[in-house]
C-alpha cells in the first residue's frame, strides 16, 4: 500500500491534459476491453470444449486475460512506449482493459455458461422408465425457465445433446424467451456483485491491507510502480520463470504429439491404501499455483498444506471404522461429508469474523446511507456508498420476486440468499488474502439450505428450484464479484473519469454473456453436447439430476449432525483466530482449517508447502531482500503457463490437435 500512495503522490505523469485523460477510463480502453472480453467468451470455452485443451476461465486465477494482457504489454504497447509514447497505453487504461478481461472470464465458464444451458435440459434428455424423472423432476420445473417444446425426445432437446440434422437451424425461437426470463436475474445478482465489493473495497484493501497476490503480475504489467513502463520485462529472473514453465509444458505437449519424447509429468499417485480415504497419495506440482502461493504469507502457506494432509489422514482413520458422517444431500466441494460440513461452518465463521472486524467500516457505511456526514470518504469509489448500498437492497428485492416465481419456497430464500452471500463474500476474501485462486466455497449454498431445513419447507417443487439455483449458487470457483474486488484493488492507478469502471463492467458483463452463450449453443447443436466436455454435459446433468430424485424420494429431515459438525467447525475456527491474535509466534492461520477440506486441495497441499519452503528459506537465510528480488522468477511462472496454453490453443487449432490440457482443473 505504500507503493500505491507512492504512485497516486507522483504528479510526474499528469504535466498535461492529453496524459491525464489517458490516466483513466478512456473510449480505447473500453474498446479494447470489450474486444478482450469477446475473445476470452469465444476463445476459452472453444478451448475447453472443442479442443480439449486447458482451462482457460475456470478459476479465479483468470489465466485467459493474464495471457491476453501479457501479449498486449509485451508486444503492441512495447512498441508503442518505444516509438511512440504519446499514444502507448497507460497504467490506468491496461487496468481497465484487464478488468474487463476478467469479469468475462467466470461467464465463459461455470460462472453462467456451463450450468445454464444444460442445467434446464439435462433432465429431459436423460430421462428415462427406468429413473423416472420424467413423473419426479420434470412436472416441478417452470416452463419459463426451460427451452420452449422441452419433452424427453423432444428435438429441442435430442438436437442440443446429439447435433442437428443436417441443414437445420439453431432453434434460437425456443431458446430466447428462457434467456430473455434468466436475463433480468442475472444482471440483478451482477449488480449486487459489484455493489457488495465497492461496500468492502475500503475495509479490506486501506484498514485490513489484504494483499491481493493475484494482482501482482497485473500491476507489474502495467507498470503500475515503475511509471508505466513494465519493467519486469527487462528482469532476467522473470525471463527464467516464464521460459521454466513454457519449456515444462512443451515437453508435455510433444510427449502428446510424440510419445517417444520425454515427458515430466507434473504429479504422480503414491499408493497408501491405509492412509488415504482414496487409496492414493497425490504428489503434485502447480506451476501456476507456485507462483500464487509464493506470493501469499507463510502461515498461511503452511496451513493451508498443514490441515489438508491432517483431513486426509482423519477421514481415512475414520473410513477405516465405518464412519462416514452424515450426507451431503445436494453435492460438496468436499471429498468428505464430514468435512463438508465442518469446513461449512469455519467458511461462515471466517465470513462473520470479517464482517466483525470490518463493523466500524460499516457502521460508517450506514451513516452514509441514512443520509448524516461522517468520516467516510467515498470520492474514490465508483459508486457513492449510499448509491451501492441501495442498488444492492433493490437487486436483492428483485431477486426475491425472481426466485419466489421460479419455486423456491418464501421462507428459504432468506437463507438461501444469506449462505450465497456468504460464499461469495468468503471466497473473495480467500483469494484477496492467500492468493489461493482455486478458492470455492466448502458447501455450496443449495446443498446447506436443503440440509438446514430438510424436506418440510421445501417439498419437490422448491428442491428442484434449489437444482435450478446451481446455475449461479453452486460452483464458486469463479464468479463476477472476485473479479471486480480485485480490479478495485489495482483502481488507485486510474485517476480520472474512475466511476467509469462501472461501465466498463458492464459492457464486459454484457459481451461475455452473449458470446458465450452463443458459441456453446451453436456448437451443441451443430455437432453434439455429447461431443464437447464430458462433465458439462453427461457427468454434471447425470449426478445432480440423480441426487434430487433420490431427495426426492426420501424426503429427509434436517441434519442434526451436520449442524452440530458446522458449529463444531465454527468454533474450531474461532480459537484458531484467538489463538493467531494471542500468540505472535503461532504458525496456523485460520483459513487454513476453512480451506483444508476441499477436493482440490488434496491436489495442491504439496505445491502450498513447496511455496512455503522456498519462501521461508528465502526469508531465513536471505530476508526480505531475497524474498522480493526472487519475486519476478515466480511472477514469470504464471505468466509463462498461461500465455503458452494460449498460444498452443491456437497451434492445436491451426494443425487440427486436441487434447493438449496444460492448464488442468486441479
Not at 569 to 577: D, E, F, Q, R, S
Not at 644 to 663: C, E, K, M, S
Amino acid at each position: 500500500m505504500a507503493q500505491i500512495r507512492d504512485q497516486r503522490s507522483d504528479k510526474s505523469t499528469a504535466t498535461d491534459k492529453p496524459a491525464l485523460a489517458r490516466q483513466g477510463v478512456t473510449s480505447r480502453s473500453l474498446i479494447i476491453g470489450a474486444i478482450g472480453a469477446l475473445v476470452i467468451a469465444l476463445g476459452a470455452p472453444y478451448g475447453q470444449h472443442v479442443l480439449r485443451g486447458s482451462y482457460m476461465a475456470l478459476d479465479h486465477n483468470v489465466p485467459a486475460a493474464v495471457a491476453l494482457l501479457f501479449l498486449l504489454v509485451a508486444g503492441p504497447n512495447l512498441l508503442l512506449l518505444r516509438f511512440l509514447k504519446r499514444i502507448a497505453f497507460s497504467t490506468a487504461e491496461i487496468i481497465v482493459v484487464y478488468g474487463m478481461m476478467t469479469v468475462a472470464s467466470p461467464l465463459a465458464s461455470v460462472g453462467l455458461t456451463d450450468y445454464l444451458l444444460v442445467k434446464p435440459t439435462g433432465v429431459y434428455y436423460y430421462a428415462n422408465p427406468s429413473n423416472k424423472w420424467a413423473e419426479i423432476i420434470i412436472p416441478q420445473m417452470p416452463p419459463w425457465l426451460v427451452p420452449s417444446g422441452a419433452a424427453p425426445d423432444a428435438p429441442v432437446i435430442t438436437h442440443m445433446y446429439e447435433g442437428m440434422p443436417a441443414g437445420a437451424a439453431v432453434p434460437w425461437h425456443a431458446w430466447l424467451p428462457m434467456l430473455v426470463a434468466w436475463l433480468p436475474f442475472l444482471l440483478c445478482l451482477y449488480v449486487v456483485m459489484i455493489c457488495l465489493a465497492v461496500l468492502l473495497r475500503k475495509q479490506w484493501v486501506e484498514n485490513e491491507h489484504l494483499i491481493y497476490p493475484a494482482n501482482y503480475l497485473p500491476l507489474a504489467l502495467a507498470g503500475a510502480h515503475t511509471q508505466g513502463r513494465p519493467a519486469i520485462l527487462g528482469q532476467r529472473l522473470f525471463w527464467l520463470g516464464f521460459g521454466s514453465a513454457c519449456v515444462v509444458n512443451t515437453l508435455a505437449v510433444l510427449h502428446n504429439w510424440f510419445p517417444t519424447v520425454p515427458y515430466w509429468r507434473p504429479f504422480t499417485f503414491i499408493p497408501a491404501p491405509f492412509l488415504i480415504h482414496d487409496g492414493r497419495f497425490i504428489i503434485y506440482v502447480n506451476i501456476a499455483m507456485l507462483g500464487f502461493l509464493y506470493l501469499a504469507s507463510s502461515d498461511v502457506t503452511f496451513s493451508l498444506f498443514f490441515f489438508n494432509l491432517l483431513q486426509q489422514g482423519t477421514v481415512a482413520l475414520l473410513m477405516t471404522f465405518g464412519v462416514t458422517g452424515p450426507e451431503t444431500l445436494l453435492g460438496s466441494a468436499t471429498r468428505s461429508p464430514i468435512f463438508f460440513y465442518l469446513n461449512g461452518g469455519a467458511f461462515l465463521a471466517l465470513v462473520a469474523s470479517g464482517l466483525w472486524i470490518g463493523r466500524g467500516h460499516l457502521q460508517a457505511i450506514w451513516t452514509r446511507v441514512k443520509g448524516e456526514r461522517g468520516p467516510l470518504d467515498d470520492t474514490e469509489e465508483i459508486l457513492p456508498y449510499r448509491v451501492a448500498f441501495w442498488l444492492a437492497v433493490a437487486g436483492l428485492g428483485a431477486m426475491v420476486v425472481w426466485l419466489t416465481a421460479s419455486g423456491v419456497p418464501p421462507f428459504v430464500l432468506s437463507i438461501l440468499l444469506i449462505l450465497s452471500l456468504a460464499n461469495y463474500i468468503g471466497v473473495t476474501r480467500i483469494v484477496a488474502e492467500t492468493g489461493l485462486t482455486k478458492a470455492m466455497a466448502p458447501a455450496p449454498a443449495t446443498a446447506m439450505t436443503a440440509a438446514l431445513l430438510g424436506w418440510g419447507p421445501l417439498g419437490a417443487r422448491g428442491i428442484v428450484a434449489l437444482g435450478l439455483a446451481d446455475v449461479w449458487a453452486r460452483d464458486t470457483r469463479t464468479f463476477v464479484m472476485c473479479q471486480v474486488s480485485h480490479t478495485l484493488q489495482m483502481a488507485d492507478f486510474v485517476k480520472h473519469n474512475k466511476a467509469r469502471l462501472l461501465w466498463a463492467f458492464g459492457i464486459g458483463i454484457l459481451v461475455a454473456m452473449a458470446a458465450a452463450i452463443w458459441l456453446m449453443t451453436t456448437y451443441a447443436y451443430g455437432n453434439g453436447g455429447l461431443t464437447m466436455e464430458n462433465w458439462t454435459f453427461q457427468g454434471g446433468p447425470l449426478g445432480r439430476n440423480k441426487a434430487l430424485a433420490d431427495w426426492i424420494a426420501r424426503q429427509p429431515r434436517p441434519s442434526g449432525s451436520g449442524m452440530a459438525l458446522a458449529s463444531l467447525g465454527a468454533g474450531i475456527y474461532m480459537i484458531l483466530t484467538i489463538m493467531r491474535f494471542r500468540f505472535i509466534r503461532w504458525p496456523l492461520h485460520p483459513l487454513g482449517f476453512a480451506a483444508c477440506g476441499l477436493s482440490d486441495m488434496d491436489w495442491l497441499w504439496f505445491t502450498c508447502f513447496l511455496a512455503w519452503l522456498v519462501k521461508s528459506l528465502a526469508l531465513r537465510y536471505g530476508g526480505l531482500k531475497t524474498y522480493q528480488a526472487l519475486r519476478p522468477a515466480f511472477l514469470g511462472l504464471i505468466a509463462g503457463s498461461y500465455t503458452f496454453a494460449a498460444i498452443w490453443l491456437i497451434v492445436d487449432q491451426l494443425t487440427g490437435h486436441t487434447g493438449n490440457r496444460i492448464i488442468m482443473s486441479s
